[in-house]
């Protein structure tokens, strides 16, 4: 290879040819005369994660990516294989007062973080036991999560009424160990958040009647428009005990509000391989509903989702 421009930059000569690639895919050069090899670009792979490469704690040497899981990468020396772990997928720490959430060892923003975790994405309670990057059982993380979807079920603000003026309503099956549960949703039509809900073992009039005395509460009740499906239940309900309420039936698979969550709740359950105590459900889709409206509120900001709730909970 004879090229004026290009020399070996130890003897200056100009008979070169080309040496194959390195690992980064630089090309690479031969000398003829001093069989000296080099290369013009020294351009290195680009990392898999933004964060930065861990040292070593024991040589002070850098570490290499040894296994990538779900919710944490493993890095192992090059020197003397010393491992360590570094969670990737989780959000920066936000200023939180700990000393305000009693009743828990761990501070706050560990117990929220996981269940936000645990009811927004597909994380098992070991998993969120590793990615915390603190010492905590799964066992543990099980009991914040019923503790807190008891709690917000008990404390968490219903919804203004006054500026709702269409909901939609539908129901869908679940089945845990052989036996029917039904879900009830009430979806706000313009903001598509979940108004209320409701768990039952049956789907008749009186389910629908429960469902529409938690969304009136101590209110009286008044003109909206309710859409639905073609399910008797809401047309019987409506006719006899809310006669104020305008009935709108729509073709089964049009009742796109409700569908739509109804999708992300059985893919919930399906990630989380199903429930061995029945008796969660309720808690469980009581936490899954608290995250949607939140996460829908907030554009998807787990830090403000975390302040939320938080202030919620020390000024309840």
């Known amino acids: 290879m004879n090229n004026s421009t290009l020399s070996c930059p130890k003897c ?13 895919g630089n090309q690479q050069f031969l000398c003829k005369l ?7 670009s020294h351009s290195h792979k680009r990392k898999n994660f933004s ?8 040589c002070g040497k850098s570490m290499q990516i040894y296994k990538v899981r779900r919710s944490f990468v493993v890095f192992r020396c090059r020197a003397c294989r010393t491992k360590d772990r570094v969670p990737f997928n989780l959000p920066e720490p936000v200023t939180l007062i700990p000393e305000k ?3 828990f060892r761990f501070p706050i923003f560990f117990v929220l973080k996981a269940f936000v975790l645990y009811m927004k994405h597909n994380m098992s309670y070991r ?10 059982s799964h066992v543990t993380i099980y009991k914040w999560v019923i503790k807190l979807c008891t709690l917000f079920s008990v404390l968490f603000p219903t919804f203004t009424i006054e500026n709702v003026f269409s909901v939609h309503a539908d129901e869908t099956v679940l089945v845990f160990k052989e036996q029917k549960y039904y879900v009830w949703l009430l979806v706000d039509h313009e903001t598509n958040l979940i108004l209320c809900w409701h768990v039952s073992k049956y789907r008749d009039m009186g389910q629908v009647k429960v469902l529409l005395e938690k969304f ?3 209110s009286k009740p008044r003109n909206i428009e309710l859409i639905t499906d073609g399910l008797g239940a809401y047309e019987s309900a409506v006719k006899l005990l809310f006669r104020n309420i305008n009935h709108v039936v729509v073709p089964l698979g049009k009742n796109n ?14 990630l989380k391989r199903g429930l061995k105590n029945t008796k969660n459900l309720a808690k469980y889709i009581q936490g899954f509903c608290v ?9 998807g900001n787990i830090n403000c989702i975390l302040s939320h709730l938080h202030s919620f909970i020390t000024t309840s």
Request: charge should be positive; hydrophobic fraction near 30%.
């Open 291 to 299: 995250v949607k409206n939140l996460w829908k509120t907030h554009n």
């Open 12 to 24: 200056g000569s100009t008979s070169l040819y080309k040496n194959g690639h390195d690992k980064y």
């Open 101 to 103: 959430f009693k009743y």
């Open 34 to 40: 001093c069989h000296h090899s080099f290369k013009l």
């Open 51 to 58: 964060f930065p490469y861990p040292k070593c704690t024991s």
């Open 216 to 218: 009136f509460g101590n």
């Open 257 to 270: 509000q409700c569908e739509s969550k109804f999708s992300l709740l059985k893919d919930f359950f399906r």
């Open 127 to 136: 998993s969120l036991a590793h990615s915390l990057n603190i010492k905590v």
